[in-house]
């Protein structure tokens, strides 16, 4: 995910979120739980994926990517030259996906097709959607929520209303436990600002000038939207 000169900075929204369903409450819990026993252990949330190896830029963790058992999602993580992600506070981030051979049923492929239209695109063969990365900071904890260019991943998009559906979904059983309930309970604990982001990011892509290639191909626009995040904070709130 190279970040090319004249990139347009994405938008940072307030946190201002109120967060009081239940939902959000055992996301906190099971959260705090996770981070207490990581604590207790002297344990980085990566380590099952990075062992006791800094690791390599670019290089994805786990190697294969992990993979849900029903074929759903899949998500890896990996970081950047620190220059790429000046002042962002991360170390490295994990980008979620839905894999279309297990999640093909569940969209609207006509509503999709009138999506990738209207950003001036053709479908293509693609086995994955991005849906959403989470930056990390070097302890592990999470600091930022952000979308990304269709150039970025090499895929394809999912309409706003279908990439918050698949959020909505998801559930973890890749293998690698902890990781997985971090994912969740992060976009869970986050929902309103997900549900924001995701609409933002097509706001952004669809507001672009009519130009070659197309907004899904504009290198200047590598982050369409971007939230930060302060997971203590939410948890006092909670």
Not at 74 to 100: C, I, K, T, V
Request: charged share 25%; with cysteine.
């Amino acid at each position: 995910m190279p970040h090319a000169s004249g990139t347009r900075r994405p938008r940072h929204h307030g946190v201002h979120a109120r967060v009081t369903d239940s939902a959000a409450t055992l996301a906190a819990e099971a959260l705090v739980g996770c981070y207490r026993e990581l604590a207790r252990k002297r344990v980085h949330l990566l380590a099952p994926i990075l062992g006791d190896r800094a690791p390599v830029q670019w290089e994805h963790y786990p190697s294969d990517d992990a993979i849900n058992r029903d074929r759903r999602y899949q998500w890896f993580y990996h970081s950047h030259d620190p220059e790429d992600r000046a002042g962002s506070g991360e170390h490295g981030h994990l980008h979620l996906f839905a894999r279309m051979e297990g999640v093909a049923d569940d969209i609207d492929e006509r509503l999709e097709l009138d999506y990738l239209r209207s950003l001036r695109t053709r479908p293509r063969s693609a086995a994955t959607r991005h849906l959403i990365a989470i930056g990390l900071n070097p302890v592990g904890v999470p600091v930022l929520l952000f979308t990304v260019n269709r150039w970025v991943t090499g895929d394809l998009p999912l309409s706003g209303r279908a990439t918050i559906a698949m959020l909505d979904a998801l559930r973890l059983d890749t293998g690698h436990p902890t990781i997985d309930l971090v994912i969740q309970s992060i976009l869970a604990l986050y929902r309103e600002e997900v549900r924001m982001l995701i609409m933002e990011r097509d706001s952004v892509l669809m507001e672009l000038p009519t130009r070659a290639p197309g907004p899904l191909e504009d290198r200047a626009i590598e982050m369409p939207s971007s939230v930060r995040i302060d997971v203590d904070r939410r948890l006092a709130v909670l």
